[in-house]
């Protein structure tokens, strides 16, 4: 049995059309990050932020996984393989191409979290500032999303599984974030083989045994069918 850890960010997401964070001169949607995702921002101005994250989910739900999305929900099935997908992104699309179970670090749109209570609920396409808790009706709902400053889910998880890889795979993110862009170094003192999927050198490179340049909907196919055989 080969244990796989796999972990995507927003890279494995831009072909279909979702924007990176730090693509466009570093503004994600025309937005700097502090300003739509800290507890901070949320305190300041919490219509801005809502509308922000509905639009998140509204984009989300008009788009479609890709090839890359789909390789991997093949790989989770693939005889002799178990895989851990571990990823950063919010959307749904790991899960829309077939993927049986992601492990949403960074939470997701499809979420709805009580500031109040810590309920969580699936969203509706609109969170406002009128959005009542359906366990204790607080009008205290943001989404379910994990922003800087705040902990990251399941990590004890991540951690089990980064510990006894065989191969850890970063696809599409820029190795700027930690945790996760600590990920490969632990799992590399582990005895995994680490691989990199970036259209070109991530920020912590230098820390993986394997480099493969290129679109993700083209590497990580071609990546899959090596490993599937
Ligand atoms: N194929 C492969 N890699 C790609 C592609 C593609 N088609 N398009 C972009 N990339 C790469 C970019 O080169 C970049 O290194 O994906 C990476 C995206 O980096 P970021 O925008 O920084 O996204 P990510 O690493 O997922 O961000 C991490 O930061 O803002 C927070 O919480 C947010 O989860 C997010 C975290």
Redesign the pocket.
Known sequence: MQRIVVLT???VS??SGLS????GGGL?DNHR?EDV?TPEAFARDPDLVQRFYNERRAKAREVQPNAAHTALAQLARADGVHLTLVT??VDGLHEAAGSPRVIHM?GALDGALCAACDHRWPAPLVIDGSTPCPACGAKAARPDIVWFGEVPYHMDEIAEALGQADIFAAI???G??YP?AGFVDYASAQGATCIE????A?EVAQSFDDHRIG??TQTVPAWIAEVTG
């Open positions: 960010g927003a890279g831009a072909e990176t964070f730090r693509g994600w990050v995702a950063q992104n960074h599409g993110t820029s700027r974030v996760a999927f970036n259209l070109d991530s679109p993700a």
